[in-house]
């Protein structure tokens, strides 16, 4: 496609289930980065893949939330047991090659999650 | 560690006002600057960047110039329009440190009434 494709785009799940968000990064881009954005807050970095490898997860706010890449394409961020603090916006972007300045973040719009 | 700070919002203007907004940072390393925009209902997109001080990025009539010595990289325009309504966010990607991850400011919400 022509841009970041997020999906769902909305999300209410009740405490305790687990939910998988999916990113369809632009064809090509090898960078690709999960954010969340919580009501009021900046946004805040997650994980960041290179490839299909992980080399900075240290977003990632606990063990119960963990994030995979295939094919160089496409990834899922999984939350197990979602608390209402989880609750936010995910967004995710990808770029074609990570830490130049001119490969900027392109970014989807993002899914919205509410866990009740 | 590394931080955005931007004007909070919400921010109304009228048609042909002129905008300023501000953002200033701290970074451990030497920052390329950034400020991205988010329109209603679209995702976040580039603005425009700056990657060494006292550079001037620029795009769609907005312009913010780096300044090292007070850490600033405002925000302006000279006469907005209505379509410029969005969510602004500054941000910084520390060269120094993990130069693949952006910091966010928090955004600051921009209406413009005809």
């Known amino acids: 496609g022509a841009g970041v494709s997020q999906s769902p785009s909305n999300k209410v799940t009740e405490k305790g289930k687990d939910v998988e968000l999916r990113c369809d990064p632009i064809?090509?881009?090898?960078?690709l980065y999960w954010y969340r954005q919580r009501l009021g807050q900046g946004l805040e970095f997650l994980i960041y893949f290179q490839g299909n490898s992980a080399p900075d997860k240290s977003g990632l706010p606990s063990d119960r939330f963990s994030a995979e890449r295939t094919g160089e394409s496409v990834s899922t961020l999984t939350i197990q047991r979602t608390q209402q603090e989880d609750s936010a916006v995910y967004l995710c972007a990808s770029s074609s090659e990570a830490g130049r300045s001119n490969s900027p973040l392109h970014f989807g719009n993002g899914t919205r999650l509410t866990v009740t | 560690g590394d931080s955005v700070t931007q004007m909070e919002g919400p921010v109304t203007l009228s048609e042909e006002a002129f905008l300023t907004i501000n953002c200033t940072y701290t970074?451990?390393?030497?920052?390329?600057l950034f400020w991205y925009v988010q329109y209603p209902g679209e995702g976040l997109q580039l603005l425009l960047k700056a990657t060494k001080a006292d550079d001037k990025g620029s795009n769609k009539g907005f312009e913010a110039t780096y300044r090292k010595e007070t850490t600033s990289f405002h925000l302006e325009k000279g006469s907005v329009q209505v379509s410029d309504s969005a969510v602004y966010f500054c941000?910084?990607?520390?060269?120094?440190?993990?130069?693949?991850?952006?910091?966010f400011g928090k955004g600051t919400l921009l209406t413009v009434n005809p």
């Open positions: 970074a451990t390393g030497y920052p390329s």
């Open positions: 064809s090509g881009h090898t960078a």
């Open positions: 941000a910084l990607s520390d060269r120094g440190g993990s130069n693949y991850k952006l910091t």
